[in-house]
């Protein structure tokens, strides 16, 4: 099977009863939910909503995004993920990548109470995301029957356009579809099971992989639970509650979950603890370990490849080296022999961004140049060594920001740390914010550098918290400009 609709509806034949959705209010069977994605469906269909339109969905976290997903993609409608709260011009920044023609935005980001989706057509001339709206409604919620829709459009016409910037915020779009997603979570399921009965929670922003939040669980037949971020206070809760077995975070948030959710006793039903989006640091995976008695494994992935491609071997989580770990099946890793920089290739990976000027990352030989440099040991592991981008020249050295980042996260008390360079400038910038026990940090670090850069102008910055990227990722571009 290569489509969502296909999964839903076999499970919802053998599985109708058993839990397959749920958020912090509301809960849906298989059965329950494939009643809805078709009822939704219809009620689309009736404002106009065709195979070829291509729709922007801003959701927070819930049951109403996946319906939303789900019945889009059924109609052959093509989907892009839009921030949260997303300003015009981010909207804009997309809108000259992707021709969008409806954007579907949920309304009660001001007003918790409210539950209402909008839901507008695009003026191509204007180029503007406001005008002529042709609905207000709630996904879960529709008032008229619309039920025993039956869409004759099968959902591989579809394009999911899942977005990525990297660490610098520029956007770019990856152009795939349900059967590259589908084949991802299938390989990835070799190396993480996930089985019926099982509950699934993702925690991405739903710019970010929006997929990943309801793939797996709906190919397997398990529970996928989507909260919102106003609900993690209460996590501890819901993993009691629902009996989390799959937790897939970035590390950012992992790091809040485990201050929020202390008691041991909340995590035990989790088999599977991963991390991924960036570099996930030894003290959360030590932290984890020591506080909860769970091992906390790096996956890594990317959207150029569909999804995750890494798994870290379970044993190794207490290494304090940047671990990515082992392939999963189906693709094809490589060292490139000169710069060490990571090559990928595979059915599941991409042949080149969406209406892209700049230069294409993949060559010839279809491996996608993903620009993170790497070494393999003698088990086959691949373990991170820095960025392609990250190396510079300073007091004539090649040094790597990346090595830099790994020492000063041995400083007893650094909570976070990046390090940036400006070929304006010429200056090494060194962000830190503190650790849980405050110490005086700013000497220490001054006495690093100072051995670790000799002949190098540099400058040291103490920050609350390190900008984010919705990714989780530090946002470097902002760095950068703090050293202009």
């Not at 059965?31 to 969905?57: H, S, T």
């Not at 869409?151 to 591989?156: D, G, T």
Request: glycine share 10%; hydrophobic share 40%; net charge negative.
């Amino acid at each position: 099977m290569d489509t969502f609709n296909e999964y839903l509806e076999l499970w919802a034949n053998r599985r109708s009863e058993s839990l397959a959705l749920a958020d912090a209010e509301l809960e849906l069977t298989y059965g329950q939910l494939l009643f809805k994605v078709r009822e939704l469906q219809g009620y689309l269909y009736g404002l106009g909503l065709r195979e070829g339109d291509i729709a922007g969905i801003s959701s927070p976290r819930s049951v109403s995004l996946v319906l939303l997903y789900l019945a889009a993609l059924g109609l052959g409608v093509s989907v892009v993920p839009l921030p949260e709260q997303g300003e015009a011009g981010q909207i804009r920044k997309i809108l000259d990548l992707i021709p969008m023609n409806i954007v579907i935005r949920y309304e009660g980001y001001a007003d918790p109470d409210n539950r209402q989706y909008s839901i507008a057509r695009i003026s191509r001339a204007a180029r503007d995301c406001g005008e002529e709206t042709c609905g207000v409604f709630i996904p879960y919620q529709l008032e008229g029957s619309c039920s025993g829709f039956v869409s004759h459009v099968n959902e591989a016409h579809a394009v999911y356009y899942n977005l990525t910037s990297g660490s610098t915020g520029d956007v770019k779009a990856v152009r795939t579809g349900s059967r590259e997603l589908i084949r991802n979570a299938l390989l990835v399921n070799e190396r993480l099971p996930l089985e019926n009965g099982d509950c699934y929670c993702c925690l991405f922003a739903t710019d970010m992989h929006p997929h990943e939040l309801f793939t797996r669980p709906i190919i397997f037949g398990a529970c996928g639970l989507v909260l919102a971020n106003h609900d993690l206070r209460g996590f501890g809760r819901h993993m009691r509650h629902r009996q989390i077995t799959h937790l897939l975070a970035t590390p950012h948030t992992l790091s809040n979950l485990l201050k929020l959710c202390p008691a041991e006793e909340d995590w035990q039903s989790i088999r599977y603890l991963l991390g991924t989006g960036e570099h996930v640091p030894y003290n959360l995976r030590e932290g984890f370990y020591n506080r909860i008695g769970k091992k906390l494994i790096s996956v890594w992935g990317c959207t150029e490849a569909s999804g995750i491609v890494l798994v870290m071997p379970e044993d190794m989580f207490l290494e304090q080296e940047s671990i990515l770990g082992l392939p999963v099946p189906g693709y094809e890793l490589q060292i490139e022999p000169d710069s060490g920089e990571l090559l990928i290739r595979g059915e599941c990976v991409m042949k080149g961004y969406w209406s892209w000027a700049g230069r294409q990352p993949v060559d010839l030989n279809g491996y996608y140049h993903t620009g993170d440099t790497v070494m393999r040991n003698s088990e086959g592991v691949f373990i991170f060594t820095g960025r392609a981008d990250s190396f510079i020249k300073a007091g004539g050295r090649r040094v790597s920001l990346h090595a830099l980042e790994q020492e000063l996260r041995n400083i007893d008390g650094i909570g976070e740390v990046a390090a940036v360079y400006s070929d304006t400038s010429h200056t090494v910038g060194i962000f830190y914010s503190e650790g849980v026990h405050r110490r005086q940090l700013y000497p220490e670090i001054l006495r690093f550098l100072n051995q670790a850069l000799p002949f190098t102008k540099f400058r040291v910055l103490g920050c609350s918290e390190l900008p984010k990227l919705t990714s989780g990722k530090v946002n470097k571009k902002t760095l950068m400009a703090k050293l202009h």
